[in-house]
T-cell receptor, first 117, second 111 residues
Protein backbone atom coordinates (compact mmCIF):
# COMPACT_ATOMS: atom_id res chain seq x y z
CA UNK A 1 0.00 0.00 0.00
CA UNK A 2 1.18 3.50 -0.70
CA UNK A 3 1.99 5.91 2.10
CA UNK A 4 3.08 9.53 2.28
CA UNK A 5 4.78 11.00 5.35
CA UNK A 6 5.44 14.62 6.18
CA UNK A 7 7.24 14.85 9.50
CA UNK A 8 7.44 18.64 9.82
CA UNK A 9 4.26 19.92 11.40
CA UNK A 10 5.04 23.61 11.03
CA UNK A 11 7.79 25.92 9.76
CA UNK A 12 8.20 29.66 10.28
CA UNK A 13 10.31 31.75 7.93
CA UNK A 14 11.10 35.38 7.29
CA UNK A 15 9.79 36.90 4.08
CA UNK A 16 12.10 36.76 1.04
CA UNK A 17 14.03 33.78 2.38
CA UNK A 18 13.93 30.12 1.25
CA UNK A 19 11.89 27.41 2.92
CA UNK A 20 12.36 23.68 2.43
CA UNK A 21 9.93 20.99 3.52
CA UNK A 22 10.31 17.23 3.46
CA UNK A 23 8.19 14.34 2.27
CA UNK A 24 8.94 10.63 2.09
CA UNK A 25 6.77 8.08 0.39
CA UNK A 26 6.32 4.35 0.18
CA UNK A 27 5.27 2.46 -2.92
CA UNK A 28 5.84 -0.90 -4.55
CA UNK A 29 5.14 0.51 -7.98
CA UNK A 30 8.09 1.29 -10.24
CA UNK A 31 6.20 4.16 -11.83
CA UNK A 32 4.40 6.89 -9.94
CA UNK A 33 3.68 10.60 -9.76
CA UNK A 34 4.42 12.93 -6.87
CA UNK A 35 2.61 16.20 -6.28
CA UNK A 36 2.67 19.19 -3.99
CA UNK A 37 -0.45 21.15 -3.17
CA UNK A 38 -1.09 24.05 -0.86
CA UNK A 39 -4.21 24.78 1.15
CA UNK A 40 -4.83 28.43 1.89
CA UNK A 41 -6.48 29.87 4.96
CA UNK A 42 -9.79 29.98 3.08
CA UNK A 43 -9.57 26.22 2.54
CA UNK A 44 -8.79 26.35 -1.16
CA UNK A 45 -6.54 23.50 -2.36
CA UNK A 46 -4.16 24.58 -5.11
CA UNK A 47 -1.95 22.35 -7.26
CA UNK A 48 1.66 23.57 -7.29
CA UNK A 49 4.05 21.16 -8.95
CA UNK A 50 4.49 17.56 -10.10
CA UNK A 51 7.41 15.13 -10.36
CA UNK A 52 7.23 12.05 -12.58
CA UNK A 53 9.17 9.12 -11.11
CA UNK A 54 10.83 8.27 -14.42
CA UNK A 55 12.31 11.75 -14.81
CA UNK A 56 15.71 12.44 -13.27
CA UNK A 57 15.48 16.24 -13.52
CA UNK A 58 13.92 18.06 -10.60
CA UNK A 59 10.72 19.87 -11.56
CA UNK A 60 10.59 23.66 -11.25
CA UNK A 61 7.59 25.98 -11.59
CA UNK A 62 8.02 29.64 -10.78
CA UNK A 63 9.50 29.94 -7.29
CA UNK A 64 8.67 26.31 -6.48
CA UNK A 65 11.21 23.55 -7.08
CA UNK A 66 11.57 19.95 -6.04
CA UNK A 67 14.42 17.92 -4.59
CA UNK A 68 13.68 14.42 -5.87
CA UNK A 69 15.85 11.73 -4.31
CA UNK A 70 14.46 8.49 -5.67
CA UNK A 71 16.81 6.09 -3.79
CA UNK A 72 15.62 7.68 -0.54
CA UNK A 73 11.95 7.82 -1.64
CA UNK A 74 12.05 11.50 -0.88
CA UNK A 75 10.49 14.52 -2.58
CA UNK A 76 11.25 17.84 -0.92
CA UNK A 77 9.60 21.14 -1.83
CA UNK A 78 11.68 24.30 -1.98
CA UNK A 79 10.10 27.73 -2.07
CA UNK A 80 12.48 30.58 -2.83
CA UNK A 81 11.92 34.28 -2.22
CA UNK A 82 8.97 33.57 0.03
CA UNK A 83 6.12 36.05 0.31
CA UNK A 84 3.52 36.58 2.99
CA UNK A 85 0.98 35.00 0.63
CA UNK A 86 2.94 31.73 0.72
CA UNK A 87 1.65 31.17 4.25
CA UNK A 88 -0.44 28.00 3.92
CA UNK A 89 -0.50 24.28 4.62
CA UNK A 90 1.54 22.33 2.08
CA UNK A 91 0.59 18.77 1.20
CA UNK A 92 2.65 16.12 -0.50
CA UNK A 93 0.69 13.55 -2.51
CA UNK A 94 1.33 10.48 -4.64
CA UNK A 95 -0.36 8.49 -7.35
CA UNK A 96 0.93 5.12 -8.44
CA UNK A 97 1.12 3.86 -12.01
CA UNK A 98 1.59 5.72 -15.26
CA UNK A 99 -1.50 4.13 -16.76
CA UNK A 100 -3.78 4.03 -13.73
CA UNK A 101 -6.28 6.49 -15.07
CA UNK A 102 -8.65 8.08 -12.58
CA UNK A 103 -6.79 6.82 -9.53
CA UNK A 104 -7.04 8.73 -6.29
CA UNK A 105 -4.14 10.51 -4.63
CA UNK A 106 -2.62 9.57 -1.28
CA UNK A 107 -1.84 12.64 0.80
CA UNK A 108 0.48 13.39 3.70
CA UNK A 109 -0.71 15.23 6.81
CA UNK A 110 0.72 18.54 5.64
CA UNK A 111 3.25 21.12 6.81
CA UNK A 112 2.03 24.53 7.94
CA UNK A 113 4.27 27.31 6.67
CA UNK A 114 4.07 30.77 8.22
CA UNK A 115 5.89 33.60 6.48
CA UNK A 116 6.61 36.68 8.60
CA UNK A 117 7.74 40.15 7.52
CA UNK B 1 -15.37 32.09 -13.43
CA UNK B 2 -14.96 29.12 -11.09
CA UNK B 3 -13.93 25.97 -12.92
CA UNK B 4 -15.21 23.52 -10.32
CA UNK B 5 -18.44 24.35 -8.55
CA UNK B 6 -19.50 22.66 -5.32
CA UNK B 7 -22.86 23.24 -3.68
CA UNK B 8 -23.66 24.04 -1.00
CA UNK B 9 -20.64 25.66 0.61
CA UNK B 10 -21.94 24.85 4.10
CA UNK B 11 -24.38 22.16 5.14
CA UNK B 12 -25.83 21.33 8.55
CA UNK B 13 -27.70 18.06 8.96
CA UNK B 14 -29.21 16.05 11.78
CA UNK B 15 -28.11 12.53 12.62
CA UNK B 16 -29.92 9.95 10.51
CA UNK B 17 -30.83 12.29 7.67
CA UNK B 18 -29.72 12.19 4.05
CA UNK B 19 -27.92 14.86 2.05
CA UNK B 20 -26.59 15.29 -1.48
CA UNK B 21 -23.41 17.21 -2.23
CA UNK B 22 -23.21 18.65 -5.73
CA UNK B 23 -20.13 18.96 -7.95
CA UNK B 24 -19.79 20.31 -11.49
CA UNK B 25 -16.55 20.87 -13.35
CA UNK B 26 -16.00 23.04 -16.40
CA UNK B 27 -12.40 22.10 -17.10
CA UNK B 28 -13.33 19.55 -19.77
CA UNK B 29 -11.82 16.74 -17.69
CA UNK B 30 -12.81 13.10 -18.05
CA UNK B 31 -12.11 11.98 -14.49
CA UNK B 32 -13.74 13.23 -11.30
CA UNK B 33 -13.10 12.41 -7.67
CA UNK B 34 -14.40 12.89 -4.14
CA UNK B 35 -12.14 13.43 -1.13
CA UNK B 36 -12.89 13.98 2.55
CA UNK B 37 -10.90 16.13 4.94
CA UNK B 38 -11.59 15.94 8.66
CA UNK B 39 -9.70 17.34 11.61
CA UNK B 40 -6.21 15.97 12.11
CA UNK B 41 -6.56 13.50 9.24
CA UNK B 42 -5.05 13.67 5.78
CA UNK B 43 -7.17 14.26 2.75
CA UNK B 44 -8.78 10.89 2.11
CA UNK B 45 -9.66 9.67 -1.36
CA UNK B 46 -13.20 8.29 -1.58
CA UNK B 47 -14.27 7.65 -5.19
CA UNK B 48 -13.22 8.23 -8.75
CA UNK B 49 -15.34 8.30 -11.89
CA UNK B 50 -14.48 8.48 -15.54
CA UNK B 51 -17.09 8.96 -18.28
CA UNK B 52 -19.76 8.41 -15.63
CA UNK B 53 -18.37 5.02 -14.63
CA UNK B 54 -17.02 4.16 -11.19
CA UNK B 55 -13.29 3.57 -11.47
CA UNK B 56 -12.20 3.23 -7.85
CA UNK B 57 -13.97 3.08 -4.50
CA UNK B 58 -11.98 3.46 -1.28
CA UNK B 59 -14.98 4.11 0.94
CA UNK B 60 -15.99 1.15 3.07
CA UNK B 61 -19.44 2.42 3.89
CA UNK B 62 -22.34 1.96 1.47
CA UNK B 63 -23.90 5.06 3.00
CA UNK B 64 -21.78 7.06 0.59
CA UNK B 65 -23.01 6.80 -2.99
CA UNK B 66 -21.63 8.85 -5.89
CA UNK B 67 -24.03 9.79 -8.66
CA UNK B 68 -23.05 10.95 -12.12
CA UNK B 69 -25.78 12.23 -14.44
CA UNK B 70 -23.39 13.90 -16.86
CA UNK B 71 -19.71 13.57 -17.68
CA UNK B 72 -18.93 16.80 -15.84
CA UNK B 73 -21.15 16.12 -12.82
CA UNK B 74 -20.36 13.96 -9.82
CA UNK B 75 -22.66 14.28 -6.84
CA UNK B 76 -22.24 12.52 -3.51
CA UNK B 77 -25.27 11.15 -1.68
CA UNK B 78 -24.79 10.41 2.01
CA UNK B 79 -27.49 8.53 3.87
CA UNK B 80 -28.06 7.82 7.56
CA UNK B 81 -25.72 10.64 8.51
CA UNK B 82 -23.58 10.30 11.64
CA UNK B 83 -21.65 12.96 13.58
CA UNK B 84 -18.41 11.27 12.42
CA UNK B 85 -19.36 12.19 8.85
CA UNK B 86 -18.71 15.83 9.73
CA UNK B 87 -15.91 16.96 7.44
CA UNK B 88 -15.16 19.06 4.40
CA UNK B 89 -15.82 17.17 1.20
CA UNK B 90 -13.81 18.14 -1.85
CA UNK B 91 -14.55 17.32 -5.45
CA UNK B 92 -11.65 17.18 -7.91
CA UNK B 93 -11.07 16.49 -11.58
CA UNK B 94 -8.22 15.57 -13.88
CA UNK B 95 -7.29 14.66 -17.41
CA UNK B 96 -3.79 14.10 -18.74
CA UNK B 97 -1.40 15.33 -17.18
CA UNK B 98 -2.42 13.58 -13.97
CA UNK B 99 -2.57 16.43 -11.48
CA UNK B 100 -6.00 16.86 -9.96
CA UNK B 101 -7.74 20.20 -9.54
CA UNK B 102 -9.92 20.70 -6.50
CA UNK B 103 -13.20 22.49 -5.95
CA UNK B 104 -13.81 24.85 -3.01
CA UNK B 105 -15.34 22.13 -0.84
CA UNK B 106 -18.58 21.58 1.06
CA UNK B 107 -18.31 21.76 4.83
CA UNK B 108 -20.74 19.27 6.36
CA UNK B 109 -21.68 19.37 10.02
CA UNK B 110 -23.82 16.57 11.43
CA UNK B 111 -25.53 17.31 14.74
Amino acid sequence: AQKVTQTQTSISVVEKTTVTMDCVYETRDSSYFLFWYKQTASGEIVFLIRQDSYKKENATVGHYSLNFQKPKSSIGLIITATQIEDSAVYFCAMREGRNNYAQGLTFGLGTRVSVFP
Amino acid sequence: DPKIIQKPKYLVAVTGSEKILICEQYLGHNAMYWYRQSAKKPLEFMFSYSYQKLMDNQTASSRFQPQSSKKNHLDLQITALKPDDSATYFCASSQDPPEQYFGPGTRLTVL
